[in-house]
């Protein structure tokens, strides 16, 4: 149980274009979402925290309106990379929460923007 | 700020010792810790998460220790095998009123040698 999906698991794109990596949970139903961005040999770094039917927490830092978060459900988060540049080029991972401590991630998302 | 400090630089063992990894935290008592296991290319996984008012923690291999004097938790795996070889991550949470925001530590990568 408890397992996490993300799609696509890489992408490649021209800068100046749009890219949506989807977060699913797949047996389970999670109140809480949280998106985070890693780089080579660096720690993940939280971007924001995702409630389903409300707005998402973006951390300091974090442009809102270039990563946009929809949590349309209790098993669906989306981040959408709005025009995204080569510095966006990282390592996307998603995490559910349901209660308690502990969160179940997903495998990742690869972006590399040309 | 609030800080969870791993040792950043490469543990490297020989398969069948024990290995210890170290997470230290700094202004401010978390009221738990977790540690996770990352493989390269990899969303982490969840290992064993220890409370503050618990001195122990075991899970087959693997034991966590959690001392708020030291403000420091120990990740241990005994009969260490290079299956094992992965980076380790330390998290906590920091938020008030029952916020849940997760800090992640950088990790500690563990290297285990046939």
């Known amino acids: 149980g408890a397992v996490v999906s993300q799609h696509p698991s890489w992408v490649i794109c021209k800068s100046g274009t749009s890219v949506k990596i989807e977060c699913r949970s797949l047996?389970?139903?999670?109140?809480?979402m949280f998106w985070y961005r890693q780089f080579p040999k660096q720690s993940l770094m939280l971007m924001a925290t995702?409630?389903?039917?409300?707005?998402?927490?973006?951390e300091q830092g974090v442009e809102k309106d270039k990563f946009l978060i929809n949590h349309a459900s209790l098993t669906l988060s989306t981040l959408t990379v709005t025009s995204a540049h080569p510095e966006d080029s990282s390592f996307y991972i998603c995490?559910?929460?349901?209660?308690?401590?502990?969160?179940?991630f997903g495998p990742g998302t690869r972006l590399l923007v040309l | 700020s609030q800080k969870i400090e791993q040792n950043s630089e490469a543990l490297n063992i020989q398969e069948g010792k024990t290995a210890t990894l170290t997470c230290n935290y700094t202004?401010?008592?978390?009221?738990?810790l977790q540690w996770y296991r990352q493989d390269p290319g990899r969303g982490p996984v969840f290992l064993l998460l220890?409370?503050?008012?618990?001195k122990e923690k075991r899970k087959e291999r693997l034991k966590v220790t959690f001392d708020t004097t030291l403000k420091q938790s120990l990740f241990h795996i005994t009969a260490s095998q290079p299956a094992d070889s992965a980076t380790y991550l330390c998290?906590?949470?920091?938020?008030?009123?029952?916020?849940?925001?997760?800090?992640f530590g950088r990790g500690t990568s563990l290297i285990v040698h046939p």
């Open positions: 995490s559910a929460r349901v209660t308690g401590e502990t969160q179940y």
């Open positions: 047996d389970f139903q999670a109140t809480t």
């Open positions: 995702s409630n389903e039917g409300s707005k998402a927490t973006y």
């Open positions: 202004n401010y008592s978390p009221a738990y």
């Open positions: 220890i409370r503050e008012n618990e």
């Open positions: 998290v906590s949470t920091r938020g008030s009123g029952g916020s849940y925001i997760p800090t």
